[in-house]
């Protein structure tokens, strides 16, 4: 279970749950609403995620991309450099609580453009033989 793809579906669920306690289902709605370019970017990218793993099915796929093996300290760490400067910017711990949701949507857009660029190079490089 520690696939990020699964901690990231359970992460959605603890911040939308802790979202709607702090500020209630219209705040909520409208912290979502904000990030609708960020939305649209992570749509667009599943969608060509898809599309190449689509294609690239009856192949082999080789990992092209070395591998980044970030660890969860240096994660946590680069996290809580973040936070500590929102709670400062965003005055307070509600203003930095907000932030979250953009940081998840950056996180899956991360976990989800990796493959997608090491797809498209195997695509490229099958088109070309």
């Known amino acids: 279970m520690n696939k990020p793809i699964y901690l990231f579906s359970i992460t959605f669920i603890f911040i939308i749950c802790i979202y709607l ?23 667009i990218l599943i969608f060509v995620f898809l599309f190449f793993k689509l294609k690239l099915k009856n192949h ?34 509600l203003g930095m609580a907000s932030q979250w949701f953009f940081y998840w ?11 997608t660029i090491n797809y498209y190079l195997n695509y490229k490089i099958i088109k070309n033989r």
Request: charge should be negative.
């Open 21 to 43: 306690y702090l500020f209630g289902e219209q705040e909520t709605l409208n912290i979502i609403k904000e990030e609708y370019i960020s939305l649209s970017i992570l749509f």
């Open 60 to 93: 082999e796929v080789k990992n092209i991309l070395p591998s980044n093996d970030t660890s969860l300290k240096s994660t946590i760490v680069f996290f809580l450099i973040f936070e500590v400067m929102d709670y400062y910017e965003f005055d307070g711990f």
């Open 105 to 115: 949507i950056m996180g899956v857009i991360f976990i989800i453009l990796m493959p």
